[in-house]
């Protein structure tokens, strides 16, 4: 049974711990000691029974606490010390800025005029959050590990992506990053009575986590929407703060999906071949059309793992049916600014799939690239001769990437 409406709550914060908030909302906290201790500090036994999520710690401590703190002036100092730690983090002349801005030698250096110092750091409205650069690197995953409170990655792979993103923010990189939210994540273990190891899927509570919905200049949620066979699947797009990096997350849970295409975010490597197909062509088309829609214009585009890899694609349409350009011709400005990372170069590590999945969900790029069946499909494939091969994700990332490792 649906509710008749839905509430979301926020915490009532004493306007002297607002600090907090902004606090609560960009992981940067998750690898800032002063930060942590912070959160500790106003409830040890919260922070860990909350799996260290600030923002569902905020959202349940006792407004009796909340109103001791607020005249705690230990308390209040270290707060205040942390805030201005991230807001000087995010305004910090980083390795990026400094290379970006070297001058040849003999050149006079810029004036350091008040408009200049403005314009190298643009805000994003109401927070201590550096709006992203249009000109920027997007780099596209199927899992995130940032921090345990957002259960949306498995593994390595995840792990690493989480790092990419942090070391991006520590070294100033205009970097995105594009992913999916999924409402249940990746499983968790546990023994039952007899012994067994057993897994079950804890939904996530996105409203009660680091995200903030993004929304049109009117308000509505931004959403995008992808061509699928008879119909059209929309998703909405959630931000998650790493320091400085922006990393927007597609959520397919949402009306007017049916039921089938709102769990395509359902869960982490879950669901059949169909759902695994779904996933990824949200991930990468969804995800290149997410870009277009807030704006940002990457200059590169970073595939970890193929996963993603479904990106050139709409890649090449969009250049072809936008631009006018030819498929040759498409293809060849794409690879030039796409690099590919794989982790498990073994088959068991690579998604490989039916040929006639892959033209029942996509033949319709064929047709906009004036390809034949086969030739679409030898896009995927190592030995293009071949037509009883599997449509390899791996293998048609490394075709459209001038990089690979």
């Avoid at 997007?138 to 593994?155: K, V």
């Avoid at 009306?255 to 949200?282: F, M, S």
């Amino acid at each position: 049974m649906k509710p008749i409406r839905t509430f979301n709550v926020s915490p009532s914060l004493p306007k002297r711990l607002e600090p907090l908030r902004k606090l609560a909302y960009n992981l940067h906290w998750d690898w800032n000691f002063d930060t942590t201790d912070l959160f500790r500090r106003l409830d040890r036994d919260l922070w860990e029974s909350s799996r260290y999520n600030p923002v569902l710690m905020l959202g349940t401590i006792s407004q009796e606490r909340l109103r001791e703190v607020a005249e705690d002036e230990g308390f209040l100092a270290q707060m205040d010390r942390a805030a201005q730690q991230l807001e000087d983090y995010l305004k910090e002349r980083t390795w990026y800025r400094k290379h970006r801005d070297r001058k040849p030698a003999g050149s006079a250096a810029p004036e350091a005029t008040p408009e200049a110092t403005k314009a190298e750091t643009t805000f994003h409205p109401s927070s201590f959050i550096p709006h992203p650069s249009k000109d920027c690197y997007a780099y596209f995953s199927a899992e995130f590990g940032l921090t345990s409170c957002l259960p949306i990655y498995s593994g390595g792979l995840g792990v690493l992506a989480g790092d990419h993103l942090k070391s991006a923010s520590d070294l100033g990189l205009p970097l995105v990053g594009v992913g999916l939210l999924y409402q249940e994540g990746y499983f968790a273990q546990y023994l039952n009575a007899d012994g067994w190891q057993q897994e079950r899927y804890p939904i996530n509570d996105f409203y009660n986590m680091p995200l903030h919905l993004e929304r049109n200049p009117d308000g509505s949620e931004l959403r995008v929407s992808v061509d699928y066979p008879g119909r059209e699947v929309f998703a909405r797009v959630w931000r998650v703060q790493v320091g400085t990096v922006p990393l927007y997350l597609l959520d397919t849970n949402i009306e007017p999906n049916n039921q089938y295409d709102q769990d395509i975010t359902d869960q982490l490597y879950g669901g059949d071949i169909d759902v695994r197909i779904h996933q990824e062509i949200i991930l990468g088309i969804g995800g290149v059309r997410m870009l277009k829609a807030l704006g940002l214009h990457p200059t590169a585009y970073h595939m970890n793992e193929g996963h993603s890899a479904f990106l050139a694609l709409e890649r090449i349409r969009m250049m072809i049916q936008e631009e006018g350009l030819t498929f040759a011709e498409a293809k060849q400005v794409a690879q030039s600014s796409q690099l590919f990372t794989t982790h498990t170069p073994v088959p068991a590590g690579i998604d490989l799939f039916p040929p006639e999945k892959i033209t029942y969900y996509l033949g319709h790029y064929a047709n906009t690239f004036g390809l034949s069946k086969e030739e679409f499909l030898s896009l995927g494939r190592e030995n293009s001769g071949d037509l009883a091969a599997p449509f390899s994700m791996a293998i048609l990332a490394i075709k459209m990437a001038s990089f690979v490792n």
